[in-house]
Every structure is written in C-alpha cells, then in structure tokens.
C-alpha cells in the first residue's frame, strides 16, 4: 500500500526566512507523480507545486522548490523568502498511474510564520 | 470559471438523519473524488468515480454511499449519519490521462470544502 509521511506535524519560520518541510513515501511503482498543496484558513486546498517521479530535475515555482530524491523516496519543499501569506497547513501528495489514479496525502505540517 | 462546486457549505444533522452532498465540476474531468479531512488525519479518501456510472471504494467507505449519474456530478450520501462521520468534506476531479500534458494535468482540483457536524 502507498503511504505518504509528514514527521513535521508543526513548523515556523521567521519571515523572510528560509524553512523546509519533510516529506517521505513508500511506493513500488516506478512512474508517479507528486504534489504539495497548501491549505490556508480559508480552507481551499490550492496546488503550490508538482513533481514527476520520471524527470530528474527538482521543480520550482517561484519562491517554492523541491528537493526530490527517488532512491531515498523523499520529496521536501523549500520555502524561500517566507512571507506572512505563507502561512498555512500543507499536504504532501502522491498519485499513482495504476489502482484508479489514487491520490494519497500527508497528515500535514502547520506552518507559522512569525513577523 | 466556477471549477469544483460543494453544496453545502456547512451542514448539522442529529444522529440518524440522512443527507446528500453534493459535488459539480465544469472542468470536463473523467475523475471525481470525496475525501474527509480530520485533525491530525490529513485528507482519506472516502469513494472516487474513475467515469459516469462507475464509483469505487476508497480507504474509509463505510458509512457512506455514492452515485454518479453525470460526468458533472458526483453526490455523497450518508444514510444514517454518526457522530464519527462529523468533518470537512472535500470534493475533487481531475484528469484521468496520466500523460496529460499542461498546468492542469494530473492536479487535483479541489471544491471549497464542507463542514458537517453530526450530534
């Protein structure tokens, strides 16, 4: 079975400051796709960033990058330059080409930017 | 550009009643999800639908059922309500082409949430 493990349950980061957030999976298949999702207090789940198991390179978007490391199944987002809007609860996800298109998720790690 | 749509927002039953959630998207997405996210639980998901007329069991299915007549709807339904079935319900579709290339392919495109209290 897929599972998908945040140890983080809570992080703060000083604005301005640089944090990242952990997250590991277990999986047998080769080919996969994986997701943070940000979850703000107005509790819309928004994507902040992808990453296919297939390319190499770590993706970025913006202020937002990854480190993803296959061997080790770790995918850990790093967030640059904190702002206040940053804060919020975020989800690690992963999805699986076989068994229906799962999506699997993350218990999630709170993270508090402080002024 | 209204995307996922969850009716309703927010919803109180009393231990035993039914009711009916309910999930449209206007994306066109083959898939259609429920999840329930609780403290601490992150998001489980409760029954997908891989197409219309076609539903499947997710890791927490029992308590629940579901139905999707239209490929624009996918309806959640508890029969008796429990207090353990008190969460946020999540609604989701998504492409179903692993390869789909774009912004959106292989994102979940998430409804805004709905909060159900069972006393």
């Known amino acids: 079975a897929q599972t998908v493990t945040q140890s983080q349950p809570e992080m703060s980061v000083q604005e301005a400051e640089t944090v990242t957030l952990s997250c590991t999976y277990d999986?047998?298949?080769?080919?996969?796709?994986l997701f943070w999702y940000k979850q703000p207090p107005s509790r819309q789940m928004i994507l902040v960033i992808r990453?296919?198991?297939?390319?190499?390179q770590n993706a970025t978007e913006n202020r937002f990058s990854v480190n993803f490391q296959k061997a080790a199944k770790s995918f850990s987002l790093k967030i640059s330059d904190s702002q206040l809007g940053d804060a919020a609860m975020y989800f690690c996800a992963y999805r699986t080409r076989s068994t229906g298109n799962q999506f699997y998720f993350g218990t999630g790690t709170s993270l508090t930017v402080i002024p | 550009n209204a995307g996922v749509t969850q009716t309703p927002k927010f919803r109180v039953l009393k231990t035993g009643q039914s009711m009916t959630l309910l999930c449209a998207q206007d994306?066109?997405?083959?898939?259609m999800y429920w999840y329930r996210q609780d403290p601490g639980m992150g998001l489980r998901l409760i029954h997908y639908?891989?197409?219309?007329?076609?539903?499947a069991k997710g890791e927490v299915p029992d308590g629940y059922n579901v139905s999707r007549l239209k490929k624009q709807n996918f309806l959640l339904g508890l029969e008796s309500a429990a207090p353990s079935q008190t969460s946020v319900y999540f609604c989701a579709s998504s492409y179903s082409n692993p390869l789909s290339q774009g912004a959106g392919a292989n994102v979940l495109t998430f409804g805004a949430g709905s909060r159900l209290t069972v006393l």
């Open positions: 639908s891989v197409g219309e007329g076609t539903t």
């Open positions: 994306m066109n997405h083959e898939y």
């Open positions: 990453q296919e198991a297939y390319k190499q």
């Open positions: 999986t047998s298949e080769s080919d996969y796709y």
